[in-house]
Nanobody
Framework: QVQLEESGGGLVQSGGSLRLSCTAS????????VGWSRQAPGKDREFLAA????????VYADAMKGRFTIPTDSAKNTVYLQMNSLKPEDTAVYYC??????????????????WGQGTLVSVAS
């Protein structure tokens, strides 16, 4: 099992950047893919990106390619979500998640094993 903690959310101006962090407060990422999803008010949870901790393979939702990346820091046991050129429609609660598999539909339908508590990102116009 792994317990996830997100941090780094806050208020940012449109066009700005923000980096979210996800750390394993209990357990390790070594057997998992770690990814990010978000949920905007009144909308379903949306998958953004995921990375296999061992090996570095990545999967991105098509709509996120080019603006969002998912770098890691193995020394800090941390997965980031780097968000650039933010727009007001990026306002949402952002969740970190971990799942044994990187590929397949689990990430897209939200059927992953572990979730963090979420961190709010607000983008002002």
């Amino acid at each position: 099992q792994v317990q996830l903690e997100e941090s780094g959310g806050g208020l940012v101006q449109s066009g700005g950047s923000l980096r979210l962090s996800c750390t394993a407060s209990r357990g390790t990422f070594s057997s998992y893919a770690v990814g990010w999803s978000r949920q905007a008010p009144g909308k379903d949870r949306e998958f953004l990106a995921a990375i296999r901790w061992s090996g570095g393979d990545t999967v991105y939702a098509d709509a996120m390619k080019g603006r969002f990346t998912i770098p890691t820091d193995s020394a800090k046991n941390t997965v980031y979500l780097q968000m650039n050129s933010l727009k007001p429609e990026d306002t949402a609660v952002y969740y970190c998640a971990a799942h044994p598999a990187l590929y397949g539909s689990s990430w897209y339908v939200g059927s992953v094993d572990f979730w963090g508590q979420g961190t709010l990102v607000s983008v002002a116009s």
